[in-house]
């Protein structure tokens, strides 16, 4: 695409401390570099939802799920740094902090646009040499449970973040890589305090406490979580993290640290994995081409497959350009019932062609040879037709026929998704990253490995291969596409997501959220939200969600009046409330600088000048 091209800003440097300083950064440094001070972040007073401001600011901007990660972002941005740096900073506090959610030991999808230009960078986790496609099926042939499966060593993908990160950096940083672990290793040493969703995540987690290592870290001797407001250090993450700093990816990839998730996994009491050297060794992130669609006035640019995210949040939105526009598409600070129905419908529509088609594209090959075809005017407008005054009622809808594809694909049983964080940074030099991360479910795979320091804590593995289908057939034996196969990549839901103005190509905006396939629907009623309702970021991150994979419709427990249920019903949606916890994150340009917005569910913030 054609973005115009930013001016570049001179960025200013402060001197760093001897305690910052990390030896052989693989960049060389400046003769000044960046000074990390640990902020006074106290953990909000509750978790649950909690409404949040939005924050105007004039240079730059940073979002993400958890204060202190956001403080290490805008801390990088202020010493200089490009969007990428702080993403970095951003996503090794993420690992200390939030480690139910996304780390070191899994895989993220970034986005990035230096004025320019927009790439799409791939991190996703890939499947070991010895993997089969009855990777998660018992003795009888029968899918294993779903928990049994993922709490193992079976789950566990090759991780790709870090090694992302550094392709990125490579191409797009500023300040030394070494410098933007500081944040993580300090904090990690000096300690941080334990957040009210942390504690209810481990007050909640069932299977943490199977690993010895992670019970005896994130839980007391009696068995209870960790209190919020706990200190908590964790010396092992930060030897692993000062080791990375110094040595850049090979460091997790190879040596002590790679040697140590191989055994951890390898030698998994209940069900091992298949992890080896060679697998960690050999990983390779990927500079993809992202998907660029035209929406109204703007050009929505998303992820490829192995994301699903991009082709079937534009799926739902092209399906709802086709239908006849409703006078008032929100009622009382919320979604209409008719809205409601028709973004159901959509969804519906757009879950089955991606259940069908998407998975890793270097085994898959799209409809009539182009994932564009998806997105074909035509075919969407076909499949706009399907939308009726009544809903087709869970399972009832059908793949559609975008274009001719090589192998007769079966559809995708239902399986649960889960887990993820995402991170928005638009830098002042107008660089912006959309960056999604995960280990999959909350405390990934359920495995604590120390990197072979055998200090306390460490990172959590990702349970990443539980998003492939459990089965590789369907009845009659036909192939699922996102089956499970060496060397392949699992196919996500993660939507991280850049906005141009179509007319001028002017950035306007940067968002993503988490939680797992409902990722799609929570960013594409955002998208609608900022974009067709005029809704600035916290208002549209405000709205209360509504998802469907498919089968039945869920509304966020409490955020609807009954009627709109009972509404939805009648039209034959079986609707039910469910908890339904987004963390999306989202920056928009303004005619005075940027306006972020930091969903109310999560803690977190958004910080800038």
Known sequence: MDIRSVSVRRYWLVTVTAACVLSAPLMAPAEVAFQYEAPAIEPEAASGYNEKPGWATERFAVAAANPLATDAGYQVLKAGGSAVDAAIAV???????EPQSSGIGGGAFLMHYDGSEVKAYDGRETAPRAASESLFLNGGGEPLEFMDAAASGLSVGVPGTVRMLELAHEKHGKLPWAELFAPAITLAEEGFEVSPRLHSSLAAEERLRDDPLASEFYYTKEGEPLPHGHR?????????????????SKALHTGPIAENLVQRVQGHAERPGAISLEDMATYVAKERDPLCSDWQDYRICGFPPPSSGHLTIMQIL???????????????DRPSTEWLHRFLEASRLAFADRDKYIADPDFVNPPGGDWNSMLDEEYLAERAELVDERSMGPDGAEPG???????????????????????????EEGNAVAMTTTIESAFGSRILTD?????????????????FSFRPLDVDGSPIANRVEAGKRPRSSMSPTLVFDRESDELIASLGSPGGAAIIHYTAKALVAMLDWGLD???ALNLPHAITLGGPAYLEEGRFPAHVIEELNDLGHEASERELVSGLQAIQRTEDGFFGGADPRREGVVMGD
């Open 232 to 248: 908590l250090q964790n010396p092992a993450l930060a030897e692993i993290l000062r080791d990375i700093a110094e040595n850049g």
């Open 537 to 539: 970021a916290q208002e």
């Open 451 to 467: 990197g072979g320091t055998g200090l306390p804590g460490g990172y959590l593995l990702n349970n990443e291969l539980t998003d």
């Open 318 to 332: 092209g399906v709802l350009k086709n239908l006849p526009t409703l006078d008032e598409p929100l009622e009382e």
């Open 91 to 97: 996503q090794m506090v993420l690992t200390l902090v």
């Open 401 to 427: 026929n975008p274009g001719e594809v090589e192998m007769a694909w079966a559809v995708q049983p239902f399986q649960p998704e889960y887990g993820t964080s995402h991170i928005s940074i638009i830098d």
